[in-house]
């Protein structure tokens, strides 16, 4: 694991990474664990969550009726962001349904990890502080690009129209609030080896435990 170590306690050190729908998080998480972190991703767990039979699943059915559960008995997520990602309101009540649970579960398994003599865990999730994650770890990083770029990426990826991607962009907070909050700021607007060389750059420093400049966040 290049010499990262748990903390003193025995617990792993915790990085949460967040970043805007398209901005790339996906690749500053492969850095990670290509480094030896283990990851966790928040939307996964939201997917299992959703999954028939859970307490989420139930929630959201109740909440939004049947119009959003697929002919499988899974939730139409499609058909969910349609129309979670045209009223504010509707997306804060989704919200309000998700994140405790995802949190919940993200904890429990920052736990297993502990037991399994884990050293470093990173938890991705675009609402890492909205949902309270951030709470839980040591240091965040925010995944940042060009707007241009995550519109492109973002309608090429998902096939949606400009008008589509635009309020999916939109729904979440800005790209600049996340990385004034933030420990660590990668700008994954250049190349995949420019994206990998921050990344490695700020492993460096967590593998040794540096600390940071008092104040800065």
């Not at 909440?63 to 997520?77: E, K, L, N, S, T």
């Not at 004034?180 to 967590?206: C, K, L, Y």
């Amino acid at each position: 694991m290049n010499g990262a170590v748990g903390k003193e306690d025995g617990t792993p050190y915790l990085i949460g990474v967040t970043g805007n729908i398209a901005c790339g998080k996906s690749t500053v998480l492969a850095r990670l664990a290509e480094h030896g972190a283990e990851t966790i991703d928040a939307d996964r767990v939201v997917h299992a969550l959703m999954e028939p039979g859970e307490a989420v699943w139930s929630a959201v059915r109740e909440a939004f009726g049947p119009g959003v559960i697929a002919a499988d008995g899974r939730i139409d997520r499609r058909a969910l962001g349609a129309i979670v990602f045209a009223d504010p309101a509707q997306l804060a009540r989704l919200e309000d349904l998700t994140h405790p649970a995802t949190r919940a579960r993200i904890v429990e398994q920052i736990a297993d990890a502990a037991r399994r003599g884990v050293a470093v865990v990173v938890v991705d999730a675009i609402k890492l502080y909205e949902g309270g994650l951030a709470d839980y770890c040591d240091e965040t990083w925010a995944v940042i690009c060009d707007p241009a770029q995550q519109l492109a990426r973002l309608m090429a990826r998902n096939g949606f129209d400009k008008a589509e991607a635009r309020r999916r962009i939109a729904a979440q907070p800005p790209q600049a609030d996340k990385a004034a909050r933030a420990d660590v700021t990668i700008d994954n607007s250049g190349t995949r080896d420019a994206t990998r060389a921050q990344v490695d750059a700020a492993w460096g420093r967590v593998a040794s435990r540096e600390s940071f400049p008092e104040g800065h966040k």
